[in-house]
Nanobody, 129 residues
Framework: HVQLVESGGGSVQAGGSLRLSCAAS???????MGWFRQAPGKEREGVAS????????RYDDSVKGRFSITRDDDKDTMYLHMIDLRPEDTAMYYC????????????????????????WGQGTQVTVS
């Protein structure tokens, strides 16, 4: 049973920081992982992705220089380190993971949509005021 569990969300003031975690279980040979977010009334958007084992990270322009995606292979846990948070970062944040080689190569090449076809977590809320 594949499970992705996010944690670390919360309410912070603008300029603050948070670290989101995504723990994976029942899932082997993960090839790519990433973070998406969805604000009320807006479409879901890709935030950051990583091609596991190679360190290829990609970021949406809106978070470059402020967000950093990492993964602890031993713990099978992915993180999103967020600094200099802004009110426009307020959203539900979801982690996604996949092991399909073709889709993950597309993710490595910059595709967000390819990462949406794998597994999802339940989300963690980030509120910046």
């Amino acid at each position: 049973h594949v499970q992705l569990v996010e944690s670390g969300g919360g309410s912070v003031q603008a300029g603050g920081s948070l670290r989101l975690s995504c723990a994976a279980s029942g899932f082997t040979h993960t090839r790519c992982m990433g973070w998406f977010r969805q604000a009320p009334g807006k479409e879901r958007e890709g935030v950051a992705s990583i091609y596991v084992g190679y360190g290829n990270a990609r970021y949406d322009d809106s978070v470059k220089g402020r967000f950093s995606i990492t993964r602890d292979d031993d713990k099978d846990t992915m993180y999103l380190h967020m600094i200099d948070l802004r009110p426009e970062d307020t959203a539900m944040y979801y982690c996604a993971a996949d092991r399909d080689l073709g889709r993950c190569l597309a993710v490595r090449g910059g595709s967000w949509s390819s990462l949406t076809q794998g597994y999802w977590g339940q989300g963690t809320q980030v509120t910046v005021s």
